[in-house]
């Protein structure tokens, strides 16, 4: 009876949250506490798919989405991100009979990192995606290596790893792991790769196992590339699935050497992610036809990247995750890529849409000496913390006159409208991302 009361209960709150736009976390909730052993209690499909990790997670479970959709699978996930245990509750007791039978080919779930050990205390998946693991939320997730332990909590024997073979902590993953069941996707040496590290911090210095001193043979950006560790040997496992050849101006790149693949966005994250996504649906059995006929030319629907008008401006967003300075760095070597004329728009406005924090040493880690190139003219600062991003470039080798600093939104959107038609890059995160869109046209 507590599994029928859960499931009949998620369903009406999930109906009347959909009708008032809200409802992805709630229903979960309450369907806990009527039976906390719920997610045990009911029959889930024979593939089950979870994608973590610092970044990344939203983008590369809408491309897994994607493609097996255009396999024939019928697919259920959490479009809306709602990745704790409340949300993915709320997701599968949705798509449940009374019975609890949960209707679906697929169950493919984000899952925050911190919380995973809590979702999958009930049940296993078939393939767990790993993708990176990053500085990120000081306040609220400590060190990488502390998310690592909380991550590793959640994996189990008879769970098949897809991990990023190029990321020195998340390959740590394997060391207890039946070797079997682990799979890697990487990046081989390619036209981005660089044989000094770049960026403000290293976390790849030291050995993630002994703390010795790494040693790279290339790096792809902060402290993802090829890496050896003298001392104890944790090194980059050889890829089964590798972007053999990357072009990024060009937006090209190849998997596994026979694939081309055209890219919409090109940033090294949307090439990571989209490589997350072909590793773990070749597992499930789809096709490379299929794979590369829907990846090709791909456009994300989730909102990380925004194009829009403004007065005379064309204008694309990229949301770059507040207190994580590699989703910044990314994104700033995106727009210093481009060489066309461009202004800059940074907002920072609120750190966090769950908790207060005013903590913004996070900024000092982000390389905004990235923008120090010519095509980029006026930079703007703009939101409730303006004047702490002003305070950070002035430690930076940009130009004072190129920096114009203001805390109203408003008035940021109101003076590109008026002035200027050259490109325009607005870099902010998912809680200030809207403050800038309802001024603009899409």
């Not at 909380?150 to 991990?163: H, N, Q, W, Y």
């Not at 770049?198 to 010795?212: Q, T």
């Amino acid at each position: 009876m507590k599994l029928v009361l859960a499931v009949i209960m998620c369903k009406v709150l999930r109906f009347i949250g959909g009708l008032v736009g809200k409802g992805s976390s709630l229903p979960g909730q309450f369907a806990l506490k009527v039976c906390p052993d719920v997610l045990g209690r009911v029959k889930l499909p024979a593939h089950i798919i979870a994608v973590t990790g610092s970044n990344g997670k939203t983008s590369t479970v809408e491309m897994i989405a994607a493609i097996l959709e255009k396999d024939g699978r019928k697919v259920v996930y959490n479009k809306e991100g709602s990745n704790q245990i409340e949300g993915v509750a709320t997701l599968i007791l949705s798509h449940c009979t009374l019975g609890g039978k949960m209707r679906g080919d697929v169950l493919l779930l984000e899952s925050d990192e911190r919380y995973a050990r809590h979702t999958f205390k009930w049940f296993h998946p078939t393939y767990f995606v790993i993708t990176n693991l990053y500085r990120d939320q000081l306040s609220r997730n400590g060190h990488p290596e502390w998310v690592y332990d909380a991550v590793k909590a959640a994996v189990f024997p008879e769970t098949t790893l897809v991990l990023n073979a190029d990321d020195p902590l998340a390959s740590c993953f394997a060391r207890e792991h039946d070797p079997a069941k682990v799979k890697w996707f990487g990046l081989d040496k390619c036209s981005i790769s660089t044989t000094e590290h770049h960026g403000v911090y290293h976390d790849g210095a030291r050995c993630p196992v002994c703390k010795g001193r790494m040693e790279y043979s290339c790096y792809h950006y902060a402290h993802i590339g090829h890496y050896a560790c003298p001392a104890c040997g944790h090194r980059r496992h050889d890829t089964d699935f590798t972007v053999t050849d990357l072009d990024l101006k060009a937006g090209r790149l190849t998997i596994n050497g026979e694939t081309p693949i055209s890219l919409v966005f090109k940033s090294i994250y949307n090439v990571y992610n989209i490589l997350a996504a072909w590793s773990v649906c070749a597992l499930a059995g789809v096709s490379s036809a299929v794979m590369a006929g829907e990846i090709n030319n791909y456009t994300l629907k989730n909102g990380r990247m925004v194009t829009f008008t403004l007065g005379e401006h064309k204008g694309t967003l990229l949301t770059s995750k507040h207190e994580n300075s590699v989703a910044y760095d990314t994104n700033l070597a995106y727009i210093a890529a481009t060489e066309k004329p461009c202004t800059v728009l940074i907002i920072v406005d609120a750190i966090s849409r769950k908790y207060f924090t005013g903590e913004t040493s996070w900024l000092w880690d982000i390389d905004f000496d990235r923008l120090n190139v010519p095509h980029v003219g006026k930079i703007m600062l703009y939101g409730k913390y303006c004047n702490d991003l002003a305070v950070r470039f002035k430690y930076s080798h940009i130009p004072a006159d190129k920096v114009e600093v203001g805390e109203s939104i408003a008035t940021a959107a109101e003076e590109l409208k008026a002035n200027g038609d050259e490109d325009v890059y607005v870099v902010t995160c998912f809680s200030d991302r809207d403050k800038l869109l309802e001024h603009v046209v899409r």
